[in-house]
């Protein structure tokens, strides 16, 4: 019982398996499994899950997302459906109303958009400029270096530059949104 108190426990807030509260069981061979025996790439899991601290603040998460996902308001059943070593004694009590989430309200709004563009799939074309030296330096580099530490060098490089295009985006998400929705949309409305 106690080994269940310790465990980490999620909510899933992004795929098919919105709303759903799943308990970490063991990372083995690269995956991360649950005790209902799905799993996940440990890298992903903040990118799909949210941590929560207890049993009832997992409930609570599940709760906002339950008109999105599959799990139901009605308590200790359903429940124990999506996570099956939970002990009756947590399902049966009532969800603490000063429940603390760390869940974002606009979140809501991402997961019923996701379940509604589900099939809808639009291409989302970016170029983002990256620096690396001209094909000059790198023949000098390549005189001087070994080939596959030049490679994994300049791999790196351009990850970097990746990891920091955040701001980049931003710009062309809004766009994007802006083409595929709205400009669209006055169009139909002034003919």
Known sequence: ???????????????????KIVVEQETKDGWLYFTDGSRINPKLVDEFLSRAT??????????ILSPVGSVAQAG????????????????????????????????????????LSKRN??????????????????????????????????VKLVKKQINNIEEQLNKEVETFIQNQYYESTTTKKSI
């Open 76 to 115: 200790a059943e359903d429940t124990q459906n999506v996570n099956n070593q939970t002990t009756v004694e947590t399902m049966t009590e009532k969800p603490k109303v000063e429940t603390k989430t760390t869940f974002d309200p606009d979140d809501l709004m991402v997961g019923i958009l996701e379940k």
């Open 54 to 63: 207890s049993m009832e603040e997992a409930e609570g998460i599940a709760k």
């Open 121 to 154: 799939k639009t291409r989302f074309n970016i170029n983002v400029n990256v620096s690396i030296p001209s094909k000059t330096i790198f023949k000098a580099l390549q005189a001087d270096t070994e080939e596959e530490e030049l490679r994994r060098g300049l």
């Open 1 to 19: 019982m106690s080994e269940e108190k310790d465990a980490n426990i999620y909510v899933w807030q992004k795929s098919e398996r919105i709303g």
